[in-house]
Each structure stands twice: as C-alpha cells, then as structure tokens.
C-alpha cells in the first residue's frame, strides 16, 4: 500500500470516524448545490409513535439477526461486536459476539465500554444549540466572532460548520498531521495545534461556504472552542453536567488524556505508519478532541439515541427547545440517495443519528422515530472491508435493518464518506 493510500485511509476513518467516522467518520458525502438550499427532508418527529412495522424481538427474531452478524464478522473479519436493538412493546436484542483480545481471545461482552470517535460530535453540537437557546450565540454568527484565525472567519457561520458546509479543510486531511499521528499516536494534542495543520496548509479553504457538503472535522474543533468561551466551562466539564448527568448517562466520558475504564475490548487498525494491523487501545484520543474523543457503552447509547433525536432527556424535560431540534433535524439531502445531514445529525433511510470511527474502534448509534427503535453497534476495528473499503459498521447496520426494517436498510455507501478534499502537497 502507498504512502498516499494510507494517509487518505486515515483521514477517511480516522476522521474520528470516517468519518468520525475516518477520523471521526461519517457521511462525508457529496456536494450539495449552492443558494438556495434544497428542500429538506420531512422534518423527524419527537411525538411517540407506534412501533408498528417493527418485528417483535422474540426469540425467531433473534435468531436471524444472530445469523446475520455471523456473517458479517465471517466476511469482514471483524474481531468482535457487541449489538442492542429495541423498541417499545417488541422487546430487547442484545447480544456479543466474537473476541475482545485477539491475543488471549477473551470473548466480548455486551457490558464494555468503547470509543465512540464522531459520535462526539452530536454531544458537542447539543452544546451549541443549547448556548443558542440561551441567546449566548447565534447559529447565523460567523465563527471569527468567536474564534480568531480562522481563514474565511467573517463568512462561516456556526451553522455551516455544525452542518459540514463552511468549506474548511479537515485538519485529518493533512499529510503533516497524518505523519504526526502515526509518529506518536501517544501524543496529547492542544485544539489549536489541530486547527493549525488545517489552516496552514497550503488551501484551508476548500470551497465558498454553503456551497457544497463536506465533512470536517476542522468545523467541530472550532465549535467546541466556542462552547467553552461562552459557557465559561471546559467541553469535557459542560457536557458532562448539562448533558450526560441530565440524560442519566453515568457511564459516558469525555476524557482529557487516554485514559480508558474498564472492562473494554482491545481495539485493532491500520491506520499506521507501516499499514500493518496494530493494537490502538491506548492511543491518545484527544486528536479528536470536539470532533470524536468520547467513551461510552450500549446502555448509555441506547438512551442517548432516543434523547438525541428527539431532544427531550429521559425524565421528560427539554434537551433543547422544539424550534432547536426541529433545526437540528432539518436534513438537507447530499448527493446519496436517502441520506442527509443536519446540525450534528445524520438521517439515512429514515434512520437518524451517528456513526463514530477512530483507530480500533467504530460505532453507530441510530432512532428510527415512527417505529421507536433504536439501534447501537460497537466493534473493536476499524479497518475497512472489501474493494469498496467500506466502514464495517456500515455493513453491520445494513445487515441488522435489512432483518429489522427492509424498507427503512442503513445504507452510507463508502463513496460518501470519502474525504472531498485535494490531497495535501507532499
């Protein structure tokens, strides 16, 4: 494999998941047109609905969605998953599969933590909206208010940045952070030093803002310097007290350095200098910073899921104010059929959420609202599967909804979460 091919590996997964999912991976998809801005997909409801359509999750069931992450793990050579699947009045599927130590082959648990890379960034963006909600920013304020430095700074708004539209080049598409990364994966990097590789590169800015669709994770870095400036409060400290304490989700983290509780699965990539498999558990996260540094487990994200799409935390009170998540929901759509991205959000078929990706580990969490049913799938990899390199994840999530909801199949096809940048001067 090449140098090249590698690095763009990296940002594609990396991208604290890809996205992140990449780095933090997720739809990086195709571009949109510029003004005006095509119409939205309907607009999710956070009314309860009926889960009719949704198979009761007995034990026949069961049975098939074992037999289709059997498959998945046989082809993809995944190491192990750990799947939950519910909704009201149809029950619970929960289940691990496969190894969590390919070493000692300890088998995985339903009960370990993992890194959930991208999926920071709907916690980072529920941040914003809340500060917003409060008067103490503007979606529609430019970032240079805010942050100073920022190429385009007077133009790019919080919205087109929470929306992957503001034209910035993702700091994980650069060769210089590549070789920093893979140099020292141990390294504990500073926002600004992350911002840096972006916008001294030799073109920080990719696109006019608003013209086109891409994911960056440049955009989440800068939000969540901007939730700490107008909240007073480090990132980590604010959504732990206004988001994961009020969601009761006690075993979700945002952590400072790589520290990692336990139990949890080792985490195995390519994302390395030779692009052999190597063991990134205790790889600093903080790289992914706002943009795809948290911890979390299946319980937690199961909440989550729910809270997220609908913006009322468990116990009833608002998250966020209706007329922020109805923003936060309206997904214009990219290029791939049935897939768009909102504030911080994605929607693909009906299912809405995130996926997360960062060396080792890969996540997605998904609600689908007329059904109430959640979805979450976390593994111990992320190197990519087949010609296609897809996100394992992906293929996981198609499987499981093609036995779920045939007419509502998670599909992100790997073209959209290539990353749209040029590549960087060697």
């Not at 933090?24 to 095509?38: E, F, K």
């Not at 498959?71 to 691990?96: M, N």
């Not at 498999?277 to 979390?296: F, K, L, Y």
């Not at 290029?335 to 890969?362: C, E, K, M, R, T």
Request: proline share 9%; hydrophobic share 35%.
């Amino acid at each position: 494999m090449s140098h090249a091919d590698k690095r763009q590996r990296l940002c594609r997964k990396a991208c604290v998941g890809l996205a992140a999912a990449g780095l933090l991976a997720l739809p990086a998809a195709s571009a949109l047109a510029h003004a005006p801005q095509p119409a939205p997909q309907a607009t999710l409801s956070a009314e309860p609905s009926p889960s009719g359509g949704f198979p009761a999750l007995d034990d026949a069931t069961a049975a098939k969605l074992d037999r289709a992450v059997q498959d998945v793990l046989k082809k993809t050579g995944v190491p192990g998953v750990i799947v939950g699947i519910s909704a009201p009045g149809k029950g619970e599927y929960t289940r691990a599969f496969g190894v969590a130590d390919k070493a000692t082959r300890q088998p995985m648990a339903a009960d370990f933590y993992s890194r959930i890379g991208s999926e920071t960034k709907t916690f980072t963006v529920t941040a914003l909206l809340q500060l917003a909600q409060q008067g103490k920013v503007g979606l529609d304020d430019p970032i240079g208010k805010y942050v100073d430095g920022v190429p385009n700074g007077d133009k790019v708004t919080l919205r087109e940045l929470a929306g992957m539209r503001s034209g910035l080049l993702s700091y994980t598409a650069t060769q210089s952070f590549y070789k920093a990364l893979t140099t020292d994966p141990t390294r504990r990097y500073t926002p600004q030093e992350l911002l840096d590789y972006a916008f001294k590169a030799p073109k920080p800015v990719i696109f006019a803002p608003n013209a086109q669709f891409n994911y960056s994770n440049t955009n989440l870095i800068l939000l969540g310097l901007v939730v700490e400036k107008e909240s007073g409060q480090p990132l980590s400290a604010y959504i732990r007290d206004h988001i994961l304490r009020p969601a009761g989700m006690s075993r979700t983290s945002f952590p400072d350095d790589a520290s990692f509780p336990t139990p949890h699965a080792h985490g195995y990539t390519q994302q390395t200098a030779t692009g052999k498999t190597e063991d990134a558990t205790d790889w600093n996260p903080s790289w992914g910073w706002a943009a795809g540094a948290m911890i979390s487990d299946l319980p937690d994200l199961r909440i989550w899921a729910k809270t997220l799409a609908t913006g009322v935390f468990p116990d009833g009170t608002r998250m966020v104010s209706p007329e922020m998540q109805k923003q936060r929901l309206d997904t214009p759509p990219t290029s791939i059929p049935g897939a768009g991205y909102g504030l911080g959000i994605f929607d693909v078929q009906g299912w809405i959420g995130h996926n997360g990706s960062l060396p080792g580990y890969q996540s997605l969490t998904m609600y689908l609202p007329g059904q109430q049913a959640t979805m979450v799938v976390l593994l111990n990899t992320d190197i990519p599967y087949g010609p296609q390199q897809e996100e394992p994840s992906t293929v996981f999530g198609q499987a499981l909804t093609r036995v779920l909801t045939p007419d509502h199949v998670y599909n992100l096809p790997a073209a959209a979460q290539k990353d749209m940048t040029p590549p960087p001067t060697p």
